[in-house]
Structures are given as structure tokens and as C-alpha cells.
């Protein structure tokens, strides 16, 4: 199975594809959408629309596992992470892959198993699991790694399959 983790973002959205199989992971490609800070807010989103669209259609992966969304101090940030992460969700409606939410506390419990587990024990983590040399940067990037590795641990659960079939 072929899964793209995205970690939304508007200056930054990380993405990793990782293929799993058999219980094994290999890493596919992994990178982030950048957009320019002064760029009008519209603009920004195409340019993340495009290059998920882009990634979409260039690996055709099975599913897309996406971290929820949780609210912080900033309202207007949290606004403007969740309408880039809508252009991200359509594209991958409009290509037709299974979208997957995962919260923070998910992904931790799912990639170190502990879900209080502080982002550099995932990163590490993460590094290890993907046989990577390095953990990946920006953290977006690795953040997105994380997430594809949470819905292949989820997606392999006889929970998830069972839900399949109701």
C-alpha cells in the first residue's frame, strides 16, 4: 500500500509517501509545498492545490492520511491552516484516494507508543522505522513521514478492516 502523510500548513505543508507491505516500510519520496510569506493568501493556496494535485497524480497512492486539526491560542492561524488543508482534502477527493484523519495523539501512540511522546522521540523514531539516516527536515516533512506510518500501523488493525465491511 502506498500512503502520502500530509502535515497541513499554509507557509509550509510536509509530505511523505511511504509504501508499506508485509509489514515492512520503504520510504517513496518526502519532501514540503512552500509558499512565499508576502504572496496574497489565495495564491498560496493554489500553489498548495497544484502541488498536491501534482503529487496525486504522479505516485497515485492508495490512501491519504491527514493530521487533524486541533485549535491553539492563534484563531486566525488555525483558520488559515484549515482552509490550506481543504485545498489538500480536495485534491485528494478529486483524485479519488481515501482520505484518513489522524490526531496528534494518534500519530504518537501509533509511531513511538506513547502518546505523550514530544515531537523529537517521534522524529527519532520515525528515522528508525524508515531506516532513514537522518530525521528529514523541515519538521513538517518528518511530521508528515509520522502520519503515513500511523495510518499504516491503523490500517493494518483487524478494527479497521472490520469497518470496511459495515
Avoid: W
Avoid at 111 to 124: F, N, P
Amino acid at each position: 500500500m502506498l500512503i502520502l502523510g500530509i502535515d497541513p500548513g499554509y507557509a509550509i505543508v510536509g509530505y511523505g509517501l511511504v509504501e508499506y507491505q508485509n509489514n515492512r516500510f520503504r520510504t517513496v519520496d518526502y519532501g514540503a509545498i512552500t509558499t512565499p510569506a508576502g504572496m496574497p493568501f489565495p495564491q498560496r493556496l493554489q500553489i498548495i492545490y497544484r502541488e498536491t494535485q501534482a503529487l496525486l497524480e504522479n505516485y497515485h497512492p492508495q490512501a491519504m492520511a491527514v493530521e487533524k486539526l486541533y485549535f491553539q491560542n492563534n484563531q486566525k492561524t488555525a483558520i488559515d491552516v484549515a482552509q490550506a488543508r481543504g485545498v489538500v482534502l480536495l485534491a485528494a477527493q478529486l483524485q479519488q484516494v481515501e482520505i484518513f484523519e489522524y490526531t496528534p495523539l494518534q500519530v504518537k501512540s501509533s509511531v513511538v507508543g506513547y502518546g505523550q511522546a514530544v515531537k523529537k522521540q517521534v522524529q527519532e523514531m520515525t528515522r528508525v522505522l524508515l531506516h532513514l539516516d537522518s530525521i528529514p527536515k523541515p519538521d513538517d516533512t518528518a511530521d508528515a513521514l509520522a502520519i503515513a506510518i500511523c495510518h499504516a500501523h491503523s490500517s493494518g488493525s483487524l478494527m479497521n478492516r472490520l469497518k470496511q465491511y459495515q
